[in-house]
């Protein structure tokens, strides 16, 4: 399994990213996908998840500002970011777990991840 995160650059608070992260190696459809992030001098955190059937989860601090999706035809899961803040500089990561029809909120539940993507909001 391989996943591999892009989208990631730098934007001015109150600016949008779309972060995309492509999956090989598998059936898409039947995988939870998620994103986490590391801030520099921070431990890694829970993002965002998608269920392998839509559902959708996010953290408090990018609840209403950020929107997961997922294209199983492309076996790409997105994360439109809106509303940036300075907060939100961090590497981000895709990641999935590797048993089918399963997520979670922490990252020990995620077996597969990808190479992380930079994001720098600036102030």
Same mark, same amino acid.
């Given at each position: 399994v391989q996943l591999q995160a892009s989208g990631g650059g730098l934007v001015q608070a109150g600016g949008s990213l779309r972060l995309s992260c492509a999956a090989s190696g598998r059936t898409f459809s039947n995988y939870a996908m998620g994103w986490f992030r590391q801030a520099p001098g921070k431990e890694r955190e829970f993002v965002s998840t998608i269920t392998w059937n839509g559902?959708? #989860? *996010?953290?408090? +601090?990018? /609840?209403?500002? @950020?929107?997961?999706?997922?294209?199983?035809a492309k076996s790409t899961v997105y994360l439109q970011m809106n509303s940036l803040k300075p907060e939100d500089t961090a590497v #981000? *990561?895709?990641? +999935?777990? /590797?048993?089918? @029809?399963?997520?979670?909120?922490?990252?020990?539940?995620?077996?597969?991840?990808?190479?992380?993507?930079?994001?720098?909001?600036?102030?």
């Amino acid at each position: 399994v391989q996943l591999q995160a892009s989208g990631g650059g730098l934007v001015q608070a109150g600016g949008s990213l779309r972060l995309s992260c492509a999956a090989s190696g598998r059936t898409f459809s039947n995988y939870a996908m998620g994103w986490f992030r590391q801030a520099p001098g921070k431990e890694r955190e829970f993002v965002s998840t998608i269920t392998w059937n839509g559902g959708t #989860y *996010y953290a408090d +601090s990018v /609840r209403g500002r @950020f929107a997961i999706s997922r294209d199983n035809a492309k076996s790409t899961v997105y994360l439109q970011m809106n509303s940036l803040k300075p907060e939100d500089t961090a590497v #981000y *990561y895709c990641a +999935s777990p /590797r048993r089918p @029809f399963r997520s979670g909120h922490y990252d020990h539940e995620y077996d597969y991840w990808g190479q992380g993507t930079l994001v720098t909001v600036s102030s």
